[in-house]
């Protein structure tokens, strides 16, 4: 008998992740290895956020992705595969906290490191943005940076912080102002 083909996934996002994780379900390792490079500097950022060091990050992504080939079956899509996956990302990163009974702060050189990892981003504006995300408290920050860089709606953030829809808006807002604040400063 010939190995199972995996199917083509859809080219929405949305659907490509619902469809590599309906796969993962049926014990296919290539859709997970998919799953994971569509969406590990998310889970990895996100990570970061709550733990705020990179070596607890870093087991934290892992632990995400082994636990997804463990639970994938368990997942119903309601249309939110990065939410689920997500989740799975912040219950593993509290739970690590928990074990730990800390938080240590990065480190200015690990968020160099970091911020070097984005592709194209010039030395000058990783400066740049290291100072203006470092002046903002760790909740608005991590607000800020679900909006921005995973595109998720303040609604998902909220569910997905497990905070009021105001409170979500308005430190994202107050995150906003504070760094047009900051830049008009630095010109």
């Known amino acids: 008998m010939l190995p199972e083909r995996i199917a083509p996934c859809s ?3 949305t ?3 619902d469809c590599w994780i309906q796969q993962i379900a049926r014990g296919e390792k290539s859709a997970l290895a998919s799953l994971y490079n569509q969406t590990c500097s998310s889970v990895y950022g996100f990570a ?3 733990c705020k060091n990179v070596p607890d990050a ?3 992504l892992q632990d995400t992705y082994l636990h997804v080939w463990q639970a994938a079956d368990s997942y119903r899509s309601h249309g939110k595969p990065m939410a689920w996956l997500l989740t799975i990302t912040r219950n593993l990163a509290n739970s690590r906290l928990r074990d730990r ?3 240590s702060l990065l480190d200015p050189e690990e968020w160099l490191e970091q911020l070097a990892e984005i592709p194209g981003l010039p030395q000058e504006d990783r400066l740049l943005l290291e100072a203006l ?3 903002l408290p760790d909740q608005d920050r991590q607000i800020l940076l679900l909006h ?3 595109g998720f709606k303040h609604r998902e953030i909220a569910e997905l912080l497990e905070l009021p829809l105001p409170t979500v808006l308005s430190k994202y807002h107050r995150a906003v102002k504070k760094l047009r604040t900051q830049w008009k ?3």
């Open 15 to 17: 659907g490509a992740l």
């Open 48 to 50: 970061l956020s709550i």
């Open 148 to 150: 921005a860089l995973t």
């Open 11 to 13: 080219r929405d996002m």
């Open 101 to 103: 009974g800390r938080t």
């Open 185 to 187: 400063e630095m010109d």
């Open 133 to 135: 995300l470092g002046g």
């Open 58 to 60: 870093e087991d934290v």
